[in-house]
């Protein structure tokens, strides 16, 4: 395929989208929406096989998948020390090797944003934090905005929420609209990522119609997945998503980004999910600024290929972890 990387691993790069100001909720656009379950799935197979990266731009590629993740931990067991190892490697991912870049982001819990906010400042890495009682999202919703507030004025640059499963699953739309509207203005200056959890929305239809949603309500990025289920972010889900973005950029002009998150742990998958991204929405969307993957394992793999790459030779897994 034709590459949109150069041999440095930079892209395109246009200023940073403006968020998204959301639009007025039409119940009638999201009750007549139908996806053609065999169709999405085989498109999603054909870009992913048969879209390869030649071999002479598989660095850049690799390069890139670096760029955009965001290197996440949310364990009950997390500590200050490992958010502190983990923001060292995200601003470094190898101290060996300079030319490779730093993540887009490390992802947190509120509690602990404050010690990512110390080591990453000034480095252009984002802290993000997840809110909104993640990962069920079935508190009150003044405690939701609550958790929001609390992570913004702790030093979040970005807030992951998740909605209210239930809610959108027994057609209260308006109800799920109405908790992103206001937990978007809880975010300030924050920009906002709705994880939609599609591993429990069951449907390709789902998918798509609360997609179409959270980017009425404001949505700045949306996310397949919390990463605590399965299935997580799968390749056709996302490109259901994808082809959601796209479909409301053509028609209004408005940019969304797009964050696969769960089960994304090798450097040939990430890779994949490049390419569907490149051939469903272009290179505006090959930046941070629009694409991330959410990962915690993702990075070590990708290092492994790259160092490969360079050498000829694989280093072992664990030569790149925190500990």
């Known amino acids: 395929m034709t590459t949109v990387l150069g041999a440095s691993g930079t892209a395109a790069r246009a200023a940073r989208p403006a968020r998204n100001p959301g639009t007025p909720l039409e ?53 200050p020390g490992k958010v502190a190892a983990l923001c060292s490697k995200a601003i470094r991912p190898d101290p060996t090797d300079p030319t490779i870049p730093s993540v887009a982001a490390v992802c947190v819990y509120p509690n602990l944003v404050a010690v990512a906010r110390e080591r990453v400042g000034g480095t252009g890495v984002k802290v993000a934090s997840v809110a909104t009682a993640f990962p069920s999202g079935q508190s009150p919703l003044g405690v939701k905005l609550a958790d929001v507030r609390d992570a913004v004025d702790l030093g979040a640059d970005e807030i992951d929420m998740v909605i209210d499963r239930g ?51 404001g949505a700045d990025f949306i996310k397949t997945s919390t990463g605590k289920i399965a299935p997580a972010a799968t390749l056709p889900v996302t490109l259901c998503m994808l082809e959601a973005i796209r479909d409301v950029h053509d028609e209004t002009g408005r940019v969304v980004g797009m964050k696969p998150a769960g089960g994304i742990r090798h450097a040939k998958l990430a890779i994949q999910y490049l390419c569907v991204l490149n051939e469903t929405l272009g290179t505006l969307w090959m930046t941070p600024d629009l694409f991330r993957f959410g990962a915690s394992s993702l990075l070590n793999d990708v290092l492994m290929q790259i160092r490969k790459q360079r050498t000829g030779a694989y280093q072992s897994g664990d030569y790149f972890t925190i500990d």
């Open 27 to 79: 119940l009638s656009l999201l009750t007549h929406v139908r996806v053609n379950r065999s169709a999405v799935e085989r498109r999603a197979a054909t870009l992913a096989t048969r879209r390869t990266v030649k071999k002479q731009w598989q660095a850049a590629w690799l390069l890139r998948a670096v760029s955009v993740i965001d290197l996440t931990t949310l364990e009950g067991a997390d500590t």
């Open 167 to 217: 809610a959108f699953l027994s057609g209260r739309y308006a109800k799920v609209y109405d908790e992103i509207v206001r937990v978007k203005e809880a975010c300030g200056e924050a920009h906002l990522k709705v994880i939609l959890e599609t591993g429990e929305l069951g449907t390709y239809d789902n998918v798509r119609r609360a997609s179409l949603l959270a980017m009425a309500a």
